[in-house]
């Protein structure tokens, strides 16, 4: 009920009375456009899905905003943590990992030091205990250097990047490899 009392009030923009209704969930697949398309019912797995898509791209588009407030930054960061917590209801260790690499991006972009470590280790422990590897592996590594990078830990910072360079090495795609060192590039201090 809760679910799906959420869902209604955050399609319809305000408080639906019908809060504790027990109807199943609905999402209007309609647009400003086409208000008149029928509800298209969710089941909460779906629900929890959509909502951990969308709030993963929602975070993403406030991370490359050039002209982000201080109030989108609060909005990335709980953007950031909402989707994760519902990859946690209906995800994989693979989207467990990379939402926890997207909190890390999210608090180093902020110059948050300690966040963006705790999130970048808990990426790259889901990482070893999953076996994930090619990209991912590598951006593990990246958020390690990257948080380290931040909290002046040049030592582990290096440590960091040189892992996550063997992973860029282990990378078969051209572009993919080029991507991910350019991504290297970003790391304050640890441009060359």
């Known amino acids: 009920m809760i679910v799906a009392g959420l869902l209604t009030l955050m399609l319809s923009g305000g408080l639906n009375p019908a809060f504790a209704d ?10 400003a456009t086409m208000p008149d398309e029928s509800p298209k019912t969710l089941t909460e797995e779906q629900f929890h899905k959509k909502m951990a898509v ?11 905003k050039p002209d982000r407030t201080p109030e989108d ?3 990335m960061v709980h953007s950031a943590h909402a989707s994760r917590w519902h990859w946690g209801k209906v995800g994989t260790p693979l989207n467990f990992q990379r939402g926890e690499w997207q909190v890390s991006r999210v608090y180093a972009i902020l110059k948050r030091a300690e966040p963006a470590l705790y999130h970048a280790q808990r990426c790259l422990a889901l ?3 999953n076996d994930i ?13 990257r948080a380290h990078a931040i909290a002046g830990n040049d030592a582990e910072a290096a440590k960091g990047m040189k892992l996550a360079r063997a992973a860029a090495g282990q990378l078969e795609k051209k572009e993919d ?16």
């Open 22 to 31: 027990p109807e199943p969930v609905k999402e209007s697949t309609g647009s």
């Open 54 to 64: 969308d709030l993963f791209n929602h975070t993403w588009d406030l991370m490359d």
């Open 73 to 75: 930054d609060i909005e």
């Open 127 to 129: 990482t070893e205990t």
């Open 133 to 145: 590897s090619g990209f991912d592996l590598g951006f593990a590594h990246e958020a390690t250097a």
């Open 177 to 192: 490899r080029e991507y991910f060192e350019g991504e290297l590039k970003t790391i304050p201090g640890w441009g060359n």
